[in-house]
C-alpha cells in the first residue's frame, strides 16, 4: 500500500478523490444518463465496423483491417475513462484507489500512444495505395499489416511505461485531490511531496516525441497523397481519392487538434475546466464520432452496415 504524506498528520491514504465535474445531485444523475449514452452509442459504432469488417469477405484488406484494429482500441480507450467516471457521478466520496488510478493512468496514455501509431501506419497504407497503386500488394502484404498492427499495440504499451512506473513510486504530500475526471500526469506530479524536473522533463519529451512524429509523418505522407491525386485525369478518380482520405484526415484533425494541446507540457498550468473539456473530447466524443465519419465517406462501409445491419 502506497503511504501519502502530509505536513500536518502522518495518516496513510490509499487512493486519491477525482473531482470530476462537481455539481448539484439533479446536475450528476443528468450527466451520468448522457455519458452512458454517449458509452453505448461508442461501443455500438465501433463495434459495427469490427463486426462489418469480419463478416464483410471484401473488407478483408489491410485498410480495413486497420480500421478494425483501430475500432477495437477505441472501444477500450474510452472504457479507460467513462465506466469510472460514471461511478464518479454517482459516489458520494468520488474516490479512487491508488493502484485504480495508476492503472488507469497506463492504460490510458497506453492506448492513447498506440492511438498515434495506428493513425500514422493508417496514413502510410494511404499513401502506397494511391501513390504506388500498381505494388501495392506486393508492399502492403498480409504479414507486413499484421508486423504494423503489432507493432502499433507493443510500441503503444511500452512508451509511457517508464514514467508511469517511476510516478507510481513517488510520494505524495498534503491534499489527495485531483481536479480532473481521470488520473493525469499534471495533477498527479502536482501532488508529489518534491519537484522531479527529470520525470517532468522525460514526461513532455515522450510525449511531444509521440504527437509530433507520428503527426509530421502523417502530414508528410498526405502531401505526396495530394501531389499524386492532382495528377490524375479524370474528375472521378480525384473524388475517390479525397473521399478514401478525407475520412481518416478528418479523424487526424479532431484527434490531434485537441490532444496537442494537453500534453506537450504535462506540467503546465492549464485552466482545470478548459483542460477537462479538451480532454473529455478526444477521449470521449472523438471515439464517439470516428465510426460515423469512417461510414458516412466510404461506399464499402456503408454497404457492409447495410449488409450488417440487414442480418438482424
Known amino acids: 500500500m502506497k503511504t501519502f504524506s502530509s505536513p500536518r498528520n502522518s495518516s496513510t491514504i490509499t487512493g486519491f478523490i477525482l473531482l470530476g465535474f462537481p455539481g448539484p445531485r439533479e446536475r450528476q444523475i443528468l450527466l451520468f444518463m448522457l455519458f452512458s449514452t454517449v458509452y453505448l452509442l461508442t461501443l455500438m459504432g465501433n463495434g459495427s465496423i469490427i463486426c462489418a469488417v469480419h463478416w464483410d469477405q471484401r473488407l478483408h484488406t489491410p485498410m480495413y483491417i486497420l480500421l478494425a484494429n483501430f475500432s477495437f482500441l477505441?472501444?477500450?480507450?474510452?472504457?479507460?475513462?467513462?465506466?469510472?467516471?460514471?461511478?464518479?457521478?454517482?459516489?458520494?466520496?468520488?474516490?479512487?484507489?491508488?493502484?485504480?488510478?495508476?492503472l488507469q493512468f497506463y492504460f490510458f496514455f497506453s492506448l492513447g500512444s498506440a492511438e498515434c501509431f495506428f493513425l500514422a501506419v493508417m496514413a502510410f497504407d494511404r499513401y502506397l495505395a494511391i501513390?504506388?497503386?500498381?505494388?501495392?500488394?506486393?508492399?502492403?502484404?498480409?504479414?507486413?499489416?499484421?508486423?504494423?498492427?503489432?507493432?502499433?499495440?507493443?510500441?503503444g504499451f511500452l512508451w509511457?511505461?517508464?514514467?508511469?512506473?517511476?510516478?507510481?513510486?513517488?510520494?505524495?504530500?498534503?491534499?489527495?485531490?485531483?481536479?480532473?475526471?481521470?488520473?493525469?500526469?499534471?495533477?498527479?506530479?502536482?501532488?508529489?511531496?518534491?519537484?522531479?524536473p527529470v520525470i517532468e522533463l522525460m514526461s513532455s519529451t515522450l510525449s511531444s516525441l509521440l504527437l509530433f512524429i507520428p503527426f509530421l509523418f502523417i502530414m508528410g505522407s498526405y502531401v505526396l497523397v495530394l501531389r499524386a491525386v492532382l495528377k490524375v485525369p479524370s474528375a472521378a478518380g480525384k473524388r475517390k481519392a479525397f473521399s478514401t482520405c478525407g475520412s481518416h484526415l478528418a479523424v487526424v484533425s479532431l484527434f490531434y487538434g485537441s490532444v496537442m494541446v494537453m500534453y506537450v507540457h504535462p506540467t503546465s498550468e492549464h485552466e482545470a475546466g478548459m483542460q477537462k473539456i479538451v480532454t473529455l473530447f478526444y477521449s470521449v466524443f472523438t471515439p464517439l464520432i470516428n465510426p460515423v465519419i469512417y461510414s458516412l465517406r466510404n461506399t464499402d462501409m456503408k454497404q457492409a452496415m447495410k449488409k450488417l445491419l440487414g442480418t438482424y
Open 74 to 102: 477505441e472501444i477500450w480507450y474510452v472504457t479507460s475513462t467513462v465506466p469510472n467516471m460514471l461511478a464518479n457521478f454517482v459516489s458520494e466520496t468520488k474516490v479512487i484507489s491508488f493502484s485504480g488510478c495508476f
Open 131 to 155: 501513390c504506388r497503386p500498381l505494388h501495392y500488394p506486393t508492399l502492403m502484404t498480409g504479414r507486413l499489416c499484421n508486423i504494423l498492427v503489432a507493432t502499433c499495440w507493443v510500441l
Open 160 to 196: 509511457f511505461l517508464i514514467p508511469i512506473t517511476v510516478i507510481s513510486q513517488m510520494s505524495f504530500c498534503g491534499y489527495r485531490i485531483i481536479d480532473h475526471f481521470l488520473c493525469d500526469p499534471g495533477p498527479l506530479l502536482a501532488l508529489t511531496c518534491s519537484r522531479h
